[in-house]
Nanobody, 123 residues
Framework: QVQLVESGGGSVQVEGSLRLSCAAS??????MAWFRHIPGKEREGVAG???????RYADSVNGRFTISQDINENTMYLQMDMLKPEDTAMYYC???????????????????WGQGTQVTVSS
């Protein structure tokens, strides 16, 4: 079992930046990913990374967001730059112990989930 805790959310103006963190309780996972959810819409995969360092981004954030990890600390990060109002959502960290790169941004690929951190982009 892996426990995930997100942090770093908050409120920013358009074109601002935030850095999200996801801390895992152990290294018993092979991939982690960020998802976001807006009420009334499907949960969306944002960015994902395997422990081997393979990365995928959603087209909507490619070029603005950067995912990274600290393997030794079992921690994943999401640097969000040039934020837009449409980035407003609850952001969730997810992980799984068996992963495929081509499904990294599918929510059903992940069995472990954090509680989420709110990101609000205004103006």
């Amino acid at each position: 079992q892996v426990q995930l805790v997100e942090s770093g959310g908050g409120s920013v103006q358009v074109e601002g930046s935030l850095r999200l963190s996801c801390a895992a309780s152990s290294n018993a996972y092979t991939c982690m990913a960020w998802f976001r959810h807006i009420p009334g819409k499907e949960r969306e995969g944002v960015a994902g990374i395997t422990r081997a360092g393979r990365i995928r981004y959603a087209d909507s954030v490619n070029g603005r967001f950067t995912i990274s990890q600290d393997i030794n600390e079992n921690t994943m990060y999401l640097q969000m730059d040039m934020l837009k109002p449409e980035d407003t959502a609850m952001y969730y960290c997810a992980a799984d112990d068996t992963c495929h790169l081509y499904t990294l941004l599918q929510d059903w690929e992940h069995k472990y989930w954090g509680q989420g951190t709110q990101v609000t982009v205004s103006s």
